[in-house]
């Protein structure tokens, strides 16, 4: 007769290959967008030739290990495969890893550990899923589970085995703090640690001593995660400190009790009140994702509906609502030190947001659990973590669009700009036409109009901006951020001559989800040209000269950096 290990193994391997494809759906437009977006254009090379300066991210952003992907990335020659593999590996590990930690400390059975990872792995709060820099973010937040799942391996293991997984758990967690704010994750690990440990010593000792020798333990045996983030910060203080712009940027302080309340309300107006009115807006004017989501969540539930337990107890409800409430407050606390402040109108500002979907899992786990004392634990997580789910991915889903068009519009204008002669000009604006367009779009960044002249007429110092999202002393602003230690832009130039860039809808222009249903025809099943495509989506002209509304720089001795 096999045994119930055997039968318990075979359940959380059929739980962990159902999740990793739902996430796999979940996350296959990742796959087909090898777009630049904003900041990506000054780190990674679109070509290998193509000039950029990534010192800027030692000696003034204070992100050696940043620079160390970013760096692998560009030496591979493959820049865009290689960060999109990273994000990926970031959502199948960290998800995984996540739900076996949970089953095996009996924190969730397998159906919820699966919704809960699924939840937390398509949160679309977080726009940048496909940002190529922004990889580093999604692989940092996945590394945080991996090392407490190796944690948790380590607890129970003896020997050289505990002392093996022990290190690999530190050089993960240590790699994971290349997203900042994932410190309050591991502080959450501490916790769970510290709780272990509390639980596993004889109830006969007293709660002040036994917390305490709960507390001196952890320490003594595990002192290499209590130095862990000392000994990082201390390296970046001594090693690669912040300066100039980024040191202003990251100018920590005590946030008054106003400023954290007014900073908690526009976490959880961004984080979760938007993402729901846009599921009411999505529902309403292009529900064909929802349709789709929830055909792909049937197909995971009704494989997963055998692993749901009864766990409807009072501590089992309040237990997580409770740490969806204190997970909230913490993961936005370093941002409100920072003065840092999350939006859901532009995508790139959603970049705060990655970490949000772990209190909302929460939520919906709490909910899940109170439910289920009415309608019992298979129909309660059918409902509860279905329908979360088939809006998590629908919405997530839309995000992807926009970024694909958002691609689709970029490639475009470079691909028209690299078939004309480059006026004599170094510095462009772009008229964008696609601001007044009646579909989602947010007018191109500093970075990427430069970025897309430097891929068209090769490495000069062009700058180049939206003439609708700058101000009109745009040209000063990038001198002064040119000239500041540790700038990003030491290769720019905003003293050169003018020209503007008319960038308008092309007679195959459309709302982003048919551009991107017809850009998907096209690529996957070739029921068109894409180069042709691409040429007719957009049109463009040049006209050379002072471009209006701007004022120019003047400066007495033009410093204008040599081609690389």
């Known amino acids: 007769m096999p045994s119930l290990s055997r039968f318990s193994t075979s359940a959380t391997?059929?739980?962990?290959?159902?999740?990793?494809?739902?996430?796999?759906?979940?996350?296959?437009?990742?796959?087909?967008?090898?777009?630049?977006?904003?900041?990506?254009?000054?780190?990674?090379?679109?070509?290998?030739?193509?000039?950029?300066?990534?010192?800027?991210?030692?000696?003034?952003?204070?992100?050696?290990?940043?620079?160390?992907?970013?760096?692998?990335?560009?030496?591979?020659?493959?820049?865009?495969?290689?960060?999109?593999?990273?994000?990926?590996?970031?959502?199948?590990?960290?998800?995984?890893?996540?739900?076996?930690?949970?089953?095996?400390?009996?924190?969730?059975?397998?159906?919820?550990?699966?919704?809960?990872?699924?939840?937390?792995?398509?949160?679309?709060?977080?726009?940048?899923?496909a940002g190529k820099a922004n990889a580093?973010?999604?692989?940092?937040?996945?590394?945080?589970f991996i090392g407490a799942w190796l944690l948790t391996l380590a607890f129970s293991a003896q020997g050289m085995r505990c002392v093996l997984l022990r290190?690999?758990?530190?050089?993960?967690?240590?790699?994971?703090?290349?997203?900042?704010?994932?410190?309050?994750?591991?502080?959450?690990?501490?916790?769970?640690?510290?709780?272990?440990?509390?639980?596993?010593?004889?109830?006969?000792?007293?709660?002040?001593?036994?917390?305490?020798?709960?507390?001196?333990?952890?320490?003594?045996?595990?002192?290499?995660?209590?130095?862990?983030?000392?000994?990082?910060?201390?390296?970046?203080?001594?090693?690669?400190?912040?300066?100039?712009?980024?040191?202003?940027?990251?100018?920590?302080?005590?946030?008054?009790?106003?400023?954290?309340?007014?900073?908690?309300?526009?976490?959880?107006?961004?984080?979760?009140?938007?993402?729901?009115?846009?599921?009411?807006?999505?529902?309403?004017?292009?529900p064909a994702p929802l349709v789709v989501a929830a055909l792909l969540v049937g197909a995971g539930l009704f494989l997963l509906r055998s692993e749901t337990e009864p766990t409807a107890t009072g501590n089992a409800i309040a237990a997580p609502l409770s740490l969806a409430v204190v997970s909230f407050l913490a993961l936005s606390l370093p941002y409100l030190v920072a003065g840092s402040r999350p939006s859901s109108s532009h995508f790139y500002e959603s970049r705060h947001l990655l970490m949000f979907g772990l209190p909302s899992a929460l939520t919906l786990l709490?909910?899940?659990?109170?439910?289920?004392?009415?309608?019992?634990?298979?129909?309660?997580?059918?409902?509860?973590?279905?329908?979360?789910?088939?809006?998590?991915?629908?919405?997530?889903?839309?995000?992807?669009?926009?970024?694909?068009a958002r691609t689709l519009k970029q490639e475009s204008l470079a691909n028209d700009l690299v078939s004309r002669a480059q006026p004599a000009a170094t510095v462009f604006a772009l008229d964008d036409g696609f601001v007044d367009y009646p579909s989602r779009h947010v007018p191109f960044g500093f970075a990427e109009v430069s970025g897309m002249l430097r891929l068209a007429w090769g490495n000069q110092p062009f700058v180049g901006f939206t003439l609708r999202a700058e101000k009109p002393t745009v040209l000063q602003e990038v001198e002064v951020a040119r000239t500041a230690p540790g700038s990003a832009f030491h290769h720019f130039d905003p003293s050169g001559p003018q020209a503007t860039i008319s960038l308008q809808p092309g007679p195959a222009a459309?709302?982003?989800?048919?551009?991107?249903?017809?850009?998907?025809?096209?690529?996957?099943?070739?029921?068109?040209?894409?180069?042709?495509?691409?040429?007719?989506?957009?049109?463009?002209?040049?006209?050379?000269?002072?471009?209006?509304?701007?004022?120019?720089?003047?400066?007495?001795?033009?410093d204008a950096r040599p081609s690389r």
């Open 13 to 129: 391997l059929r739980a962990t290959v159902v999740l990793l494809a739902m996430l796999l759906v979940a996350h296959a437009p990742m796959l087909l967008n090898d777009g630049l977006f904003m900041d990506d254009w000054l780190v990674l090379k679109p070509r290998p030739d193509f000039m950029i300066d990534i010192d800027f991210l030692l000696s003034g952003a204070g992100h050696p290990i940043f620079f160390s992907y970013d760096t692998f990335a560009n030496w591979t020659g493959a820049p865009i495969v290689v960060m999109v593999l990273l994000a990926l590996a970031g959502i199948f590990l960290g998800a995984m890893c996540l739900a076996l930690t949970a089953t095996r400390l009996g924190l969730l059975d397998r159906a919820e550990a699966v919704g809960f990872a699924l939840i937390v792995w398509t949160y679309p709060g977080y726009q940048l899923w």
């Open 510 to 558: 459309a709302p982003n989800q048919a551009l991107v249903r017809k850009y998907y025809a096209c690529r996957l099943l070739s029921r068109c040209d894409v180069s042709q495509f691409l040429r007719e989506l957009a049109e463009v002209t040049i006209k050379p000269g002072p471009i209006a509304g701007i004022t120019p720089l003047e400066r007495s001795k033009p």
């Open 167 to 286: 290190l690999a758990c530190a050089l993960v967690f240590l790699l994971s703090f290349a997203l900042n704010s994932t410190i309050m994750l591991y502080a959450f690990v501490l916790a769970g640690l510290f709780i272990a440990v509390w639980r596993s010593r004889g109830e006969a000792e007293g709660l002040i001593q036994r917390t305490w020798r709960a507390a001196w333990y952890c320490m003594t045996r595990y002192p290499e995660l209590a130095v862990l983030p000392l000994v990082y910060w201390g390296a970046l203080s001594v090693w690669f400190k912040r300066t100039g712009v980024y040191a202003q940027h990251y100018n920590a302080h005590l946030p008054t009790f106003g400023e954290l309340a007014n900073g908690w309300k526009t976490f959880f107006v961004t984080a979760y009140w938007d993402v729901v009115t846009n599921a009411l807006k999505m529902t309403i004017d292009a």
């Open 366 to 404: 709490a909910f899940k659990r109170w439910v289920e004392r009415t309608i019992g634990p298979k129909a309660a997580f059918v409902v509860v973590f279905g329908s979360g789910a088939v809006l998590s991915i629908g919405l997530l889903w839309n995000v992807y669009v926009f970024m694909q």
């Open 136 to 144: 580093v973010y999604v692989f940092s937040f996945g590394l945080v």
